[in-house]
C-alpha cells in the first residue's frame, strides 16, 4: 500500500508539472488534444523570421509631380478672391513602396506611384537614400522597374503565386501613412480576381492584411518570407481599412520586369478587336446562340483582325482552342502571345460557325 501510495503521488507531480508546462498535450475536458492549435502557433511562430528575411528588401518611394489646380481654386482666382500672381499649377507629393528583387538594385514598385512623377526618391530600411532612374513602366498591370546603384544591397526571394491557397496566411510590408517598415497580417482571402477595373489585365491576389496609403508597392510575403505579391489596392481606395486588398501575383510579375529589363516595355500580342461580354438576353437571340463567347464591339481597320476576316457582330467563341466567356479573358490570352504568334479562333457569324487563324502583331 506504501508502493502504490507513493506511485500515485509521484504520478499526480508529473501530471502537474507536464499540464503547468505543456498544457495542451493533457485536454482537461475529455476530448483528444487538437493538433490544429499546435500548428497555428507553429505558423505564428514563423512570422518574425519571415520578416526578418523579407523587410530588409522594402523599400519607401517619395515622389513629387505637377498636378493643374483645382476646380474650386481656379474659380477664385477667376473671381479675384485668390492671391495676385498665384500659381496655376501646385506640386503634389506622395508616398509609397517598393521592393529590392536583387542585389543589382532592380526594385518593383506600382506604375501609378511613378507614373508623371517630376521626382523620385528611395528611401532603403537601413536609412540610405538614392535616386533611381526607370528601366520600364507598364500600365496595363501597373508596374514599374526601377534601378538604384548602391552598394550591399539587401534582395527579397521571389516565391511562387500559382500555388497559394485560399486561407494561408500573408504578411503585407510597406510605408503606409509614412510609417516605414509597417507589417500587418492576414489571410489569402482569394485568387484570380478580375473585373475589379483596376488595370486592363488583372489576375490579383485578395487579402485581409491592411493595405493603406502608402502600402502601394510594396510586398505581400507568405511565411517563408518570399515574395507572392506586390500590393496595389484595396476597396474603397488606399485609405480604406476594410480588410479587402489586392496584389499583383508574383508569377506575373517575373514576367513583366523580364521585358521591362530587356525591352523598356512589355511586348503584347494584338488583334485589333473591342470585345464585349454576352449578356443572358443576348445569348438566346438566333444570331448568337451560344452560352459562352464575346462579341465584337469594334474590328480595327488594317489590324490582325480585319485582314483575317472579323467583322463587328462577330462572335468568338474560342482562341487557341480556349473556350471564351469574358471580354477581359480574351484580352488577356491574345497580350500573353509575343507579336509574330500565330492565333487560331473560333466563332460564330450568323448563327453559323467559323474558324480562322492570323498573326497577331505588337499591341499600340
Given amino acids: 500500500m506504501i508502493f502504490i501510495g507513493r506511485s500515485v ?13 505543456k498544457p495542451g498535450l493533457i485536454p482537461l475536458d475529455g476530448r483528444e488534444p487538437d ?19 523579407a523587410a530588409p528588401a522594402v523599400i519607401n518611394i517619395y515622389t513629387t509631380r505637377v498636378a493643374a489646380l483645382s476646380r474650386a ?42 507614373a508623371n512623377a517630376e521626382d523620385i526618391k528611395i528611401q532603403l530600411a537601413d536609412g540610405r537614400i538614392s535616386v533611381p532612374r526607370i528601366i520600364g513602366m507598364d500600365a496595363d498591370t501597373d508596374l514599374a522597374l526601377l534601378q538604384i546603384d548602391l552598394p550591399d544591397l539587401p ?27 509597417s507589417v500587418t497580417q492576414g489571410i489569402i482571402s ?65 514576367g513583366v520586369i523580364q521585358q521591362l529589363e530587356e525591352y523598356g516595355r512589355v511586348r503584347r500580342g494584338w488583334l485589333g478587336v473591342v470585345p464585349q461580354d454576352i449578356s443572358s438576353q443576348q445569348a438566346t437571340q438566333p444570331r448568337i446562340n451560344t452560352p459562352k463567347g464575346v462579341t465584337l464591339a469594334d474590328v480595327y481597320r488594317d489590324s490582325p483582325a480585319w485582314a483575317a ?10 482562341l487557341n482552342d480556349e473556350p471564351i466567356h469574358l471580354s477581359r479573358q480574351a484580352l488577356s490570352i491574345v497580350a500573353s502571345l509575343m507579336p509574330g504568334d500565330v492565333v487560331s479562333i473560333q466563332g460564330i457569324r450568323a448563327g453559323e460557325p467559323f474558324s480562322m487563324q492570323t498573326m497577331v502583331t505588337e499591341r499600340p
Wanted: aromatic residues 4%.
Fill in 155 to 181: 534582395a527579397i526571394q521571389l516565391g511562387r503565386s500559382d500555388g497559394l491557397r485560399i486561407g494561408e496566411f500573408a504578411l503585407a510590408i510597406g510605408n503606409p501613412y509614412g510609417l516605414s517598415q
Fill in 309 to 318: 476576316g472579323l467583322r463587328r457582330g462577330d462572335i468568338i467563341t474560342h
Fill in 190 to 254: 482569394a485568387t484570380g480576381r478580375t473585373e475589379l477595373g483596376l488595370t486592363l489585365f488583372e489576375n490579383f491576389i485578395q487579402t485581409d492584411a491592411a493595405i493603406n496609403r502608402g502600402n502601394s508597392g510594396g510586398a505581400l510575403i507568405n511565411l517563408r518570407g518570399e515574395l507572392i505579391g506586390i500590393n496595389t489596392a484595396a476597396v474603397g481606395g488606399e485609405d480604406s481599412t476594410g480588410g479587402i486588398g489586392f496584389a499583383i501575383p508574383v508569377n506575373l510579375v517575373r
Fill in 73 to 114: 481654386d481656379l474659380r477664385k482666382q477667376l473671381l479675384g478672391l485668390g492671391r495676385p500672381g498665384a500659381a496655376t499649377r501646385r506640386l503634389v507629393t506622395s508616398l509609397g513602396s517598393g521592393v529590392i528583387i536583387n542585389p543589382r538594385g532592380l526594385i518593383v514598385t506600382n506604375n501609378h506611384l511613378v
Fill in 9 to 21: 503521488v509521484i504520478g499526480l507531480a508529473v501530471a502537474f508539472v507536464v499540464i503547468l508546462l
Fill in 35 to 53: 493538433s490544429r492549435a499546435t500548428d497555428i502557433n507553429t505558423a505564428l511562430s514563423l512570422i518574425p523570421d519571415a520578416v526578418a528575411r
